[in-house]
């Protein structure tokens, strides 16, 4: 049985309904992301749990407890801000031992508390100060304690890193995904980035317009995106228009190049499809194995450092691919005439 | 060229500053000529030595206090429950505070009269005590429309919805929300709205003349009308409360340890 239960949720606001039929088991200690674009619903969804909002219909439960109608301070939920939220007039150790003033905890438990906590986000010497003397992510780790501290039953992230600058961004979520597996503690992370959240994620929920459009662990989301809506919105997409030669046999011709998908697929034959394709998943070259063949003429270069974005032209689509940079093989030149390759399984077939 | 227009900034200050402060000079200077033919402190040494002076001193500070705490419990959280919850009846808050500007304190004292007077059904003002809370209560009302924009001002510097949240989240309940995190964030606006207060009280007239009670605003017209230069000498020392009143403001908030002013 699911640690949160949410079913069947729906929020509407007036007559906008920002979250539709939304159903979503987490386990015990799971990590799951809610990714999308702006106004997609996966913060309203985040709220919701977090009692800040109340569900339109459906129910929420945790641990097999109705909370759908309990206010949020009686939830025994932790969040963090994407504002960090911390209390001014408090300092980081008060801040921290907020939650755990307010639950009635005896004085030298609440102070064993904080020196833990502090000593597990890495600041075990700022207990002292006041918020606005720390830096960003000092603010959003004394945040994280913070949460952390009254022991939750959920964990809500609602894009607590958006804030922060790129490279205290990714040290930081390194930090919350190992506190998160050391504590157990069944956490949501709300963001709209992609990177984020695969880094980090369990599972993620990838919403669109107020529905999950999927469920699932990164690799899956990745690499074979249910809906063209997810194969758009996670990761870069080379998108093809191709005639359907053969359905059985798979087969399909984009401009004069016949290519065989090694899967039989449901459509009519004759019929135009839609490819996608990861730039990683197109070689330059005929590589062995990758026997489905383009001929492209080179658009574009750009030399990134580690790795080289090709862009090419193949029978009126542009396509984007990535390669190593090597010393010994400089890149095409723009305008000249290659042949890219790729794997007849890495073409993932778009709905329409 | 930078030179030049700080001169001209320097004169535009001097020019502003004489404005406002020779007439309170001229008064300062005739407020010591109590005696014949020298300057001397006589007039304030009669002021600080009447009795009814610290007495009526003394009740309108007591008031002043209790009508601060009355504001205070009405508007900070009326103004945090508008801004939170229901944004939209700004407008109409804001309206309503701005009433007693409109509206002059004879028509509200005489409503209180009509409204409490001891044939009533509430009889406050067959009691002292009872007069004394209609007194405080319009007190409270006149200075409405300053504290009321004062909170409201202290509210909009900080992001009340997401720490109300977070200390929602971590189990807080109203009363916590505004009396731990809420007011001590606003203390500077509130205690900027309670020297208003202050001031309005310490000077008011209409409703303690008109409900009979020994303050300080019918003392000074008392005053005014049956002295020389105690009137003067007496404005002198109502501006010196008014002016501390400020610097305390400036205090509080060099002294608060949590704002970046105390670096």
Wanted: proline share 6%; aromatic share 10%; charged share 15%.
């Amino acid at each position: 049985m699911a640690y949160l239960d949410l079913a069947n949720l729906e929020k509407s606001f007036g007559p906008t309904r920002v979250v539709r039929d939304f159903t979503l088991a987490v386990g015990k200690g799971e990590f799951v992301s809610l990714l999308g674009p702006s106004g997609c619903g996966k913060t309203t969804v985040l709220r919701m749990v977090a009692g800040f909002e109340a569900p339109t219909a459906g129910s929420i439960r945790i641990d097999g407890q109705p909370v759908t109608d309990l206010p949020p301070n009686r939830r025994q939920i932790g969040m963090v801000f994407q504002a960090y939220a911390l209390f001014p007039n408090l300092t980081v150790a008060e801040n921290v031992a907020f939650g755990l003033k307010v639950q009635g905890v005896a004085r030298a438990e609440r102070e064993a508390r904080v020196t833990e906590m502090l000593r597990l986000i890495g600041l075990p010497d700022l207990g002292g100060r006041y918020p606005f003397q720390l830096s960003g992510g000092q603010q959003q780790r004394v945040a994280l304690a913070r949460a952390l501290a009254p022991r939750p039953r959920v964990l809500l992230l609602d894009e607590p890193l958006s804030a922060l600058d790129a490279k205290v961004r990714v040290s930081l979520r390194s930090e919350i995904r190992a506190i998160q597996r050391d504590l157990g503690i069944t956490t949501i992370f709300v963001t709209h980035d992609q990177e984020e959240a695969m880094s980090i994620s369990d599972r993620i929920v990838v919403m669109n317009g107020g529905i999950a459009e999927q469920v699932g662990a990164p690799f899956q989301i990745y690499n074979r995106p249910a809906t063209r809506f997810v194969a758009q919105f996670v990761g870069t997409l080379n998108t093809l228009a191709a005639r359907l030669l053969d359905p059985g046999q798979g087969t399909v011709a984009v401009g004069d190049a016949v290519l065989s998908l090694d899967r039989p697929l449901e459509r009519p034959a004759g019929s135009t499809v839609t490819l996608a394709l990861r730039p990683e998943a197109l070689r330059l070259g005929h590589v062995p194995g990758h026997d489905a063949v383009l001929p492209a003429r080179i658009a574009e270069v750009e030399f990134l450092g580690s790795v080289i974005r090709v862009r090419a032209e193949v029978g009126g689509n542009m396509l984007s691919l990535d390669t190593f940079n090597r010393a010994d093989a400089p890149p095409p030149a723009p305008g000249s005439l290659v042949q890219l390759s790729a794997a007849g399984r890495d073409f993932i077939l778009l709905d329409d | 060229m930078i030179r030049s227009t700080r001169l001209w900034s320097w004169i535009a200050f001097a020019l502003g500053a004489a404005y406002f402060l020779l007439p309170l000079a001229g008064m300062f200077e005739f407020s010591l000529r109590a005696r014949r033919g020298e300057y001397s402190f006589q007039a304030y040494r009669n002021v600080l030595g009447d009795p009814q002076f610290l007495a009526t001193f003394g009740y309108s500070v007591l008031m002043a206090g209790f009508t601060i705490v009355l504001g205070v419990l009405i508007v900070a959280p009326t103004a945090f429950w508008v801004r939170l919850k229901l944004p939209g009846l700004r407008p109409v808050i804001e309206f309503v505070t701005l009433l007693p500007l409109v509206i002059p304190p004879i028509v509200i004292v005489f409503g209180y009269i009509r409204l409490y007077n001891t044939s009533s059904w509430l009889p406050l003002t067959g009691s002292a005590l009872g007069t004394d809370f209609l007194l405080m209560c319009g007190y409270a009302t006149l200075s409405l429309p300053y504290m009321y924009r004062a909170v409201d001002t202290g509210l909009r510097t900080i992001d009340i919805r997401t720490l109300t949240e977070a200390a929602q989240s971590l189990g807080a309940g109203w009363i916590t929300i505004l009396g731990r995190l809420i007011l001590p964030n606003v203390f500077v606006a509130v205690m900027s709205g309670a020297f208003l207060t202050f001031a309005i009280v310490i000077g008011e007239y209409v409703f303690a003349a008109l409900l009979n009670r020994p303050a300080f605003g019918p003392y000074m017209v008392w005053m005014g009308s049956n002295k020389a230069y105690e009137p003067a000498a007496l404005a002198v020392i109502a501006f010196s409360v008014t002016w501390a009143c400020m610097a305390l403001i400036q205090l509080a908030t060099r002294f608060q340890k949590f704002t970046k002013a105390s670096c």
